[in-house]
T-cell receptor, first 114, second 111 residues
Framework: DTEVTQTPKHLVMGMTNKKSLKCEQH?????MYWYKQKAKKPPELMFV???????INESVPSRFSPECPNSSLLNLHLHALQPEDSALYLC?????????????FGSGTRLTVV | GQQLNQSPQSMFIQEGEDVSMNCTSS?????WLWYKQDPGEGPVLLIA?????ELTSNGRLTAQFGITRKDSFLNISASIPSDVGIYFC???????????FGKGTRLSVIA
């Protein structure tokens, strides 16, 4: 299995809703990432998990709450979002360690906040 | 922080033409990656480069890791309509640092 699977593919939520984005990989990757991508822009790093521990938080507002329950799963919990948070949310994974590896990305969740 | 300058920003070419795009960095990278992204999808890895001077091909795509370790280019030969999309370069300087992305090159192919 060489894929990163993200669900749901599309999500529309109100500003008072609580929702979660899910990401799963079975490639044995021990690093997992959340990115936010606005239209016509490159992906922007939000969070990095290394060995299931949060290692990087790029000053993301607390209305985004990541969680890594095990080495294959990564969640992003959303609460009280703003319309400007509408974007494509991408999950990625990679190996860690001395080797230099590329990331494998999922297809993303298209989030619309209304 | 590290920044990647990717050019051109966009390209309009005729089907069958060759394409070249490049990325330069303000600092040294140990890995250069080239991704393609179709609308509504995640980036897909095209070519990964791990050594300075390395030249790697994937079908009609060829990419090189610059010998200064601060640049890379991607060439596409004999473009076809399905080459349309956004191409991103990305780099990292160790196995434990996050990727840095270029701003992308939007490629349009006119049949």
């Amino acid at each position: 299995d060489t894929e990163v699977t993200q669900t749901p593919k599309h999500l529309v939520m109100g500003m008072t809703n609580k929702k979660s984005l899910k990401c799963e990989q079975h490639m044995g990757h021990r690093a997992m990432y959340w990115y936010k991508q606005k239209a016509k822009k490159p992906p922007e790093l939000m969070f990095v998990y290394s060995y299931e521990k949060l290692s990087i938080n790029e000053s993301v507002p607390s209305r985004f709450s990541p969680e890594c329950p095990n080495s294959s799963l990564l969640n992003l919990h959303l609460h009280a979002l703003q319309p400007e948070d509408s974007a494509l949310y991408l999950c990625a994974s990679s190996h860690l360690g001395q080797g230099l590896y590329g990331y494998t990305f999922g297809s993303g969740t298209r989030l619309t906040v209304v | 922080g590290q920044q990647l300058n990717q050019s051109p920003q966009s390209m309009f070419i005729q089907e069958g033409e060759d394409v070249s795009m490049n990325c330069t960095s303000s600092s040294i990278f140990n890995t250069w990656l080239w991704y393609k992204q179709d609308p509504g999808e995640g980036p897909v890895l095209l070519i990964a480069l791990y050594k300075a001077g390395e030249l790697t091909s994937n079908g009609r795509l060829t990419a090189q890791f610059g010998i200064t370790r601060k640049d890379s280019f991607l060439n596409i030969s004999a473009s076809i309509p399905s080459d349309v999309g956004i191409y991103f370069c990305a780099g990292r300087n160790s196995g434990n640092t996050p990727l840095v992305f270029g701003k992308g090159t939007r490629l349009s192919v006119i049949a």
